[in-house]
Nanobody
Framework: EVQLVESGGGLVQPGGSLRLSCAAS????????MSWVRQAPGKGLEWVSG????????ICKDSVKGRFTISRDNARKTLYLQMNSLKPEDTAVYYC??????????????????WGQGTQVTVSS
């Protein structure tokens, strides 16, 4: 059974940092692209960042460039999102998602086949 379990969310002041983790099980983690997707209150899902299966290629949305860094540890079957210089507009539930294969860093949201339960990130003073 595929499982994705996020952790590391919380309440942080503007300008602060958080590191999200996503522990994967039930599939060959190192064979698949993984992404972080978020959903702000009252809004739809928004793709944030992706990393290919080997970890050598990453991509992120313009609004988080220079602030967020995606990475993965294939030996530990864990995906990470380091978030620095957080802004109130980063407030959202953050989900990790498994892509259908490992070649690209980006896929349309409806192609991701497994999702975690999400972790809440709140940026507020």
């Amino acid at each position: 059974e595929v499982q994705l379990v996020e952790s590391g969310g919380g309440l942080v002041q503007p300008g602060g940092s958080l590191r999200l983790s996503c522990a994967a099980s039930g599939f060959t983690f190192s064979s698949y692209t993984m992404s972080w997707v978020r959903q702000a209150p009252g809004k739809g899902l928004e793709w944030v960042s992706g990393i290919n299966s080997g970890g050598g290629s990453t991509i992120c949305k313009d609004s988080v460039k220079g602030r967020f860094t995606i990475s993965r540890d294939n030996a530990r079957k864990t995906l990470y999102l380091q978030m620095n210089s957080l802004k109130p507009e980063d407030t959202a539930v953050y989900y990790c998602a498994k892509a259908p294969d490992g070649g690209s860093t980006w896929y349309p949201l409806d192609e991701y086949d497994y999702w975690g339960q999400g972790t809440q990130v709140t940026v507020s003073s």
